[in-house]
């Protein structure tokens, strides 16, 4: 069973920064989609960020110029550096491998920003 494993999470006040990591229990030779999702409370999960495999990296237009995607280690560790935050930003963070037809969820890391 593959995992994924966030950390990074936590409480920043606006105009902080975070990096936000997420490591698979297993390395896939080819990934189709790499990316990160957020829920904010009483919302519909989001997108954030996606890295389509021989793609350029898709930002969501609220974190563009915010947000970096970035994998480490033959795609076993993906990151999303965060900078200048906001309290919008508050949200559950997930990240999310698509091998295949198949897709691989982490289980969410809390990101609190204050203003």
């Known amino acids: 069973q593959v995992q994924l494993v966030e950390s990074g999470g936590g409480l920043v006040q606006a105009g902080g920064s975070l990096r936000l990591s997420c490591a698979a229990s297993?390395?896939?030779?080819?990934?189709?989609?790499m990316g990160w999702y957020r829920q904010g409370p009483g919302k519909e999960r989001e997108l954030v960020a996606r890295?389509?495999?021989?793609?350029?990296?898709i930002y969501a237009e609220y974190v563009k110029g915010r947000f970096t995607i970035s994998t480490y280690d033959a795609k076993s560790t993906m990151y999303l550096q965060m900078k200048n935050l906001k309290p919008e930003d508050t949200a559950v963070y997930y990240c999310?491998?698509?091998?295949?037809?198949?897709?691989?969820w982490g289980q969410g890391t809390q990101v609190t920003v204050s203003s």
């Open positions: 999310n491998m698509v091998v295949g037809i198949r897709g691989y």
């Open positions: 890295m389509p495999s021989g793609w350029r990296t």
């Open positions: 297993a390395t896939f030779l080819s990934i189709n989609v």
